[in-house]
């Protein structure tokens, strides 16, 4: 892709969210892994980013965000979404359908006809938005599992225009995928998309294994490093692009005053006890249960650990109005009153919980202060927050243990502690580990995961997903 072309970004979500007080409409920064990872690609090349604002309809969205484009250095298009299309498209066929599906957790999926249909309904929507937006020799880049279906309206309606795909969570296993009672139009509807990206080589094999299957007749070529599959007289680019940060942000934050005074309060605060960090978006996927329990057993098995280590967790609320995340947070708030009755002594709690969203700041302070960085998700795309974990340390002395069903592993196992999250006795023997391996280790483990880390950056990320359009549109040339 030509520097001069226009990138479009096309996701669920804008980069910030539209909330009403008091009659007023204000913007707010939104949160996540795709907002961190692509606003600061589209600010320095310039584009258009086209999402649904997550607010009320009568909300007077075009005029708001007008406003906003400077400041943010890229252009804003709204796409609005009646309550009807959000609870059946995003809370039903998105979050209840596809999220537990493509996370191989089969038991929580719900396979909902009214939802699928309300599911192709909007990725319609989205399509028609995006051809709108499109010049000629723009490249369109749709976002995430929301957006499955988004390719084939979108050909229908501009199929000169070369249009990627990027999967930022996990693509399932053929005998997981086949429970979707629409599993033909999927991956049709993908086929029509010029290149779709994964976040790791397993979740590309499984994919182009659910092609061949369902699919007899399309063919797939493997050309280092990308994989060919031709169908009805078209050629899809398929590639594992592993998702980075922006490490220099990080970095550099975690070396300013603001974030050194803000960890030498949390190092007073907790003065003599070693701190573990846990930073999670309110999900079933992310094993925060399991990871109290190992917490736990590490402080039954190991009685060294007793007031000398404490865990900082914190949980970002998430779709908090859907019953089963609510039914989440009590089952979290119980399971750290248990465990904090168990085991609390004067002057020391074993695990301090947060449910809440932390400043930059105090995000990148926490990183900073916390020794070791628990990270261990029951399954994911690929964890940022562990990526994060290593720009922020500066002095190259935290240890990072690692799910190794979160896709980062495959990046940082060299230096990371890999665990299964559903084996607590491995994740306490590896917490006790951690707790006790010596200075000169640390250093060389955390060495090699901040190089990872800032080889493979976001900015990597993005221009190896471009080279790659740009072979795309080579080929059609």
């Known amino acids: 892709m030509n520097d001069a072309n226009k990138l479009i970004i096309v996701s669920n979500r804008l980069p910030m969210v539209l909330k009403e007080t008091n009659g007023n409409w204000q913007l707010e920064a939104g949160t996540g892994g795709l907002v961190n990872a692509l606003a600061p690609v589209l600010k320095e090349r310039g584009g258009v980013w086209i999402g649904w604002p997550g607010g009320l309809e009568e909300a007077p969205i075009r005029k708001i965000f007008a406003q906003s ?18 609870d059946g498209y995003y809370y039903g066929f998105s979050n209840e359908t596809v999220w537990p599906l493509f996370h191989s957790l089969l038991g929580r999926a719900v396979f909902n006809l009214d939802d699928w249909e ?29 957006l499955l279906l988004a390719g084939k309206y979108f050909k229908k309606l501009r199929p000169g225009i070369t249009a990627g795909f990027f999967l930022h969570i996990p693509f399932p296993s053929p005998d997981i995928f086949y429970r979707l009672p629409w599993r033909g139009p999927v991956i ?3 086929l029509n998309y010029d290149l779709i990206g994964f976040q790791t080589r397993k979740d590309l094999r499984n994919f182009i294994h659910c092609v061949k299957s369902l699919i007899p007749h399309a063919r797939v070529n493997y050309r280092s490093p990308y994989s060919v599959i031709t169908w009805e007289n078209r050629t899809v680019l398929t590639g594992a692009f592993p998702i980075g940060i922006d490490f220099k942000k990080y ?16 190092h007073e605060k907790f003065r003599g006890h070693k701190l573990l960090i846990g930073v999670d978006r309110l999900d079933y996927t992310k094993g925060i249960p399991s990871r109290f329990e190992a917490f736990a057993l590490a402080l039954e098995k190991y009685p060294e650990l007793r007031e000398n280590v404490s865990l900082l967790q914190v949980v970002v609320p998430s779709r908090m109005e859907v019953p089963k995340y609510q039914a989440m947070k009590r089952e979290l708030d119980e399971l750290v009153g248990r465990i904090n009755g168990r085991f609390t002594t004067l002057g020391w709690i074993p695990i301090h ?4 969203t932390l400043t930059p700041v105090e995000l990148v302070a926490h990183y900073r202060s916390c020794e070791i960085a628990l990270i261990t998700p029951l399954n994911d795309g690929m964890n940022l927050v562990a990526k994060e974990y290593c720009a922020s340390c500066i002095d190259n002395r935290g240890i990072l243990i690692l799910s190794e069903f979160a896709g980062a592993a495959i990046q940082l196992k060299t230096g990371a502690i890999l665990v299964n999250p559903y084996d607590v006795e491995q994740t306490a023997d590896a917490i006790r580990r951690a707790f006790t391996m010596p200075a000169e280790e640390k250093i060389k483990r955390m060495q090699r995961l901040r190089h990872q880390v800032k080889k493979y950056n976001v900015y990597h990320w993005v221009g190896n997903f471009l080279n790659a359009a740009g072979a795309v549109e080579g080929s059609q040339d």
């Open 69 to 86: 484009e400077k400041r943010l250095g890229y252009n804003i298009t709204p796409v609005s979404l009646s309550p009807r299309e959000v």
């Open 118 to 146: 309300t599911y192709r309904e909007v990725n319609g929507k989205f399509a028609t938005a995006a051809a709108e937006a499109a010049g000629e020799d723009d490249f369109i880049w749709f976002q995430d599992y929301q």
């Open 188 to 190: 049709r509807a993908l």
């Open 251 to 266: 970095n550099d934050l975690a070396e300013s005053r603001e974030v050194e005074q803000a960890a030498w309060f949390l």
């Open 353 to 356: 919980y947060v449910f809440g």
